[in-house]
Every structure is written in C-alpha cells, then in structure tokens.
C-alpha cells in the first residue's frame, strides 16, 4: 500500500513556472514507475509524464519541453516542474505509482493548477 500526497499547485499567469511535489510513503520499495496525471473539468484524465525506478523519464507530446519530472529517493518524493505554462494546462494534477511485481497503482488525492490572466 503506498499513499500519495500532491502540493505546490495554484494561480499563475501563462508563462508562469510552477514546482509540484508528491510525498510518497508506505509501502514505497516496491515502486517501479512514478508519474504524473492531469484532469480538466469535463475532460478524461490524460497522462502528462512518468520516470522509472532507472531514472528514465518520458512525456506527452503537449508538455515535453517545458515539463520535467524528477525523484528525490531520500526524501521518497515525486517532483514536476512546469515552465511556460499555457491555459490548457490548468487541470487537477494526480501523482502515481506504479508496483513492480503486481503492478498495482496508488493515486494522490490531486492539486490543481490553474493558468490565466
């Protein structure tokens, strides 16, 4: 069992930098992937970014870029940092993880985003 912790969302202009955070504990050695997942209001959840246990990160074509994941394993915490941040990105941003031999995920309760003027 792994319990996921989002921080850090909140207002910006478009262009504005946003840093968010996920606190992971629990059952977090058995983690093979971390990542991130957006939602809009009225819009499915879409996949943003993910990094494995081997450092490896990749993106979605709509934030590669501009957005960079990163782990802090002595701190057991998920980062995203997020650049040049347009208005299509405002959602509800979801941290994940991803177990190695059950494949088994565990999702954060969200912090939302919001780009505007």
């Known amino acids: 069992q792994v319990q996921l912790v989002e921080s850090g969302g909140g207002l910006v202009q478009p262009g504005g930098s946003l840093r968010l955070s996920c606190a992971a504990s629990g059952s977090i050695y058995g983690i093979y992937r971390m990542g991130w997942y957006r939602q809009a209001p009225g819009k499915q959840r879409e996949w943003v970014a993910h990094?494995?246990?081997?450092?490896?990160?990749n993106y979605a074509d709509s934030v590669k870029g501009r957005f960079t994941i990163s782990r802090d394993n002595a701190k057991n915490t998920l980062y995203l940092q997020m650049n040049n941040l347009k208005p299509d990105d405002t959602a509800v941003y979801y941290c994940n993880s991803r177990a190695t031999i059950t494949s088994v995920e565990s999702w954060g309760q969200g912090t939302q985003v919001s780009v505007s003027s």
């Open positions: 990094i494995t246990r081997g450092g490896t990160a």
